[in-house]
């Protein structure tokens, strides 16, 4: 960096220098220490200034709910009691948790919304990585599959559960109509059977239908998601690697074996740990598709479900804070057990 | 791919293998699409008599009665989906406006100045994108019942901006973080304060990122239901299209209708989608995977 004259107001001078210094540099030197505490001074007001209305935002709804959500857990509070109720009343009383584990499903809700979040995840990641490992290779039309495998990722939830749960609909979905030419069967009700028995050249499969649609539609919605992380990686990934592989003798398969799936390593741990806590939290796709039915209940229907179904925002305030409990230790797990450099 | 004499069955198990995967992706992506566009044309007792045959006839596809029925205002006996469309679209661009103003100061001041808290800012965006928004909504509900602000748009808008605001922030700070500072630095040199700095360099400079960042933010506010459910769901003159969808799916109302609603939702995204994709790909993924 070009040095200014000597007679140059040294704050002018130091504010390049300042841009230039990165998160946690240290103490001033003593040289400049004077001057620069004012310039640091400065700095950090205008800093302040720029944050502060993103920042009180966000904590204003964030933070704040959060605390609050605590101490509404402990108490006994109905949905028509909302008019006369004060927001600084303390009360302390475990009967919400007591009612939300106590609740005979609750083990059975748990174990449904971590098979839900980890099957979700897995064949989103894995239709994703597919989708990339299509697009990387030119064919003619690559842009508009391209675009095209982002529909369901930018499609309003709400159109793509409607569109789902017409497609397999009993009466006239397409998917039920061909299922029928196809297997000679009767009407197979998707949505809302916990099983059903599949018969494929004479065996006998019991699937549970409704369970697999959830996590099916996650897979769908979300996969494109996962498709643009890893395409991105492998874009990025040099091509002397696999020239040099080729060279050897290696085949496209081992060079994918033994190249591209080390190298995205990082980007599947990512990729892993985002999808699996917004599925793991997720309302839209499972309320929307099911509303819960046939096996397909999960914590924030069930949340939902104590706030409007029963009335009781007690126990609804009291299953959030366990979901996100559950999911603070799922995570402590994940980081405990994934190398550090592969979590990002 | 590899030379074909070398490993010749392999070769040829993978061109069928692509070419059958790339007609899979289209099959699972291209052909929902196209049914929900089919079906929203169509009579819905042709779809009953057989549910194969969805492609719609010239006689429908010009009707267009599906859509009449879905626009109409609900005193005229349709489900008044342009005054839902008015609510979504006021939300969604005031959210838009807001959270890049905002997210676009914070973000700068979080690339390029040096301030005491900087990293667990940072570091509590992040967690805050993260953060299962179901936790949040039982004490918004309860807050924003207590308040009055529960069936409004405003409250809604406020509520979203708590969601688009560390999303942006991050996408933005990743972004000026690669822009080089030799401009800016001279651009201080000169006598340029720092907010004009920001107004005439970073701003003009960060454009696709903008807007990459608009769009994105404008597709999670248009696309959003749970909040819209909680606050919105006793005055349905406020519905957004995505409530208000929801809404008429528990109704006794023809699926055809519902496909013709659904297009109706799904229309502007997509447009926009298509318009802008390079941007939006180039900025959801900018500094989350790094080379």
């Known amino acids: 960096m070009a040095q200014g004259p000597s007679d140059e107001r040294p704050e002018v001078r130091s504010a390049p220098e300042v841009a230039l210094v990165g998160d946690g540099a240290g103490p001033s030197t003593p040289r400049t220490a004077g001057r620069a505490r004012t310039m640091r001074q400065r700095e950090q007001r205008l800093a302040l200034g720029l944050i502060a209305p993103g920042v009180l935002i966000v904590l204003a709804l964030v933070l704040l709910p959060v605390v609050w959500n605590i101490a509404l857990s402990f108490r006994e509070l109905r949905l028509i009691e909302l008019r006369e109720f004060s927001p600084l009343t303390f009360d302390f009383s475990l009967e919400n948790y007591q009612e939300v584990i106590g609740d005979s499903d609750f083990f059975e809700l748990l174990r449904t919304t971590f098979i839900y979040a980890v099957l979700g995840t897995s064949v989103s990641i894995m239709l994703g990585l597919w989708a990339a490992m299509v697009v990387q290779a030119a064919f003619p039309g690559r842009s508009l599959v391209r675009g095209l495998i982002l529909f369901p990722y930018v499609v309003p939830v709400v159109a793509a559960a409607l569109l789902w749960r017409t497609m397999l609909n009993p009466q006239i979905g397409i998917l039920n109509a061909w299922i029928q030419s196809a297997f000679n069967t009767g009407n197979v009700d998707f949505l809302t059977s916990s099983s059903f028995d599949l018969q494929i050249f004479g065996f006998q499969l019991g699937l549970p239908a409704a369970f697999t649609m959830i996590v099916l539609f996650e897979g769908w919605r979300s996969f494109p998601f996962a498709f643009l992380f890893i395409l991105a990686r492998l874009q990025a990934l040099p091509g002397e690697l696999y020239e040099a592989a080729q060279v050897d003798g290696a085949s496209a398969v081992q060079s994918f074996i033994h190249i591209t799936l080390p190298q995205l390593r990082g980007v599947f741990a990512v990729l892993f740990l985002l999808r699996f806590i917004w599925t793991f939290n997720s309302f839209d796709e499972v309320y929307l598709l099911t509303g819960g039915a046939g096996g397909t209940q999960v914590v924030s229907v069930q949340i939902f479900e104590y706030l409007f179904g029963r009335s009781d925002i007690g126990a609804a305030s009291a299953l959030s804070i366990v979901l996100a409990i559950v999911l603070a230790v799922l995570l402590l797990l994940y980081f405990r057990f994934v190398p550090a450099e592969e979590s990002v | ?291």
């Open chain 2, 1 to 291: 791919m590899s030379a074909p004499h070398r490993h010749n069955a392999e070769y040829w198990f993978l061109a069928v293998l692509k070419w059958g995967s790339i007609v899979f992706f289209v099959a699972i992506t291209a052909f929902p699409l196209l049914y929900m566009i089919s079906l929203s044309f169509k009579d819905i007792a042709e779809v009953l008599r057989d549910p194969s045959d969805f492609f719609p006839s010239f006689a429908e596809l010009s009707s267009l009665e599906t859509y009449r029925d879905v626009l109409r205002p609900a005193d005229e006996g349709g489900r008044g989906f342009l005054l839902l469309m008015r609510n979504s679209a006021a939300v969604a661009l005031a959210t838009v406006v807001i959270t890049v103003g905002a997210g676009t100061l914070a973000a700068y001041a979080a690339a390029r100045l040096r301030f005491f808290g900087k990293r667990t800012i940072n570091m509590g965006m992040v967690l805050v994108y993260l953060f299962p928004a179901i936790v949040m909504a039982i004490p918004l509900f309860v807050a924003f019942s207590a308040i009055g602000l529960r069936d409004s748009l405003v409250g809604l808008t406020i509520v979203y901006l708590a969601q688009t605001i560390p999303v942006a922030l991050y996408m933005l700070r990743s972004y000026f973080v690669t822009v080089p500072v030799e401009i800016e630095e001279s651009a201080l040199i000169d006598g340029c304060s720092r907010l004009s700095v920001i107004w005439r360099i970073v701003l003009p400079l960060a454009a696709p990122a903008l807007a990459a960042v608009s769009l994105y933010v404008f597709m999670i506010a248009w696309n959003e239901f749970l909040y819209a459910l909680l606050f919105l769901t006793q005055s349905p003159e406020l519905w957004t299209l995505s409530l208000g969808l929801q809404q008429l799916d528990n109704q006794e109302i023809p699926r055809t209708v519902l496909m013709a609603g659904a297009v109706v939702i799904s229309l502007p995204v997509i447009l926009l989608f298509f318009v802008a994709e390079r941007w939006l790909v180039e900025g959801l993924t900018a500094g989350s995977v790094k080379g």
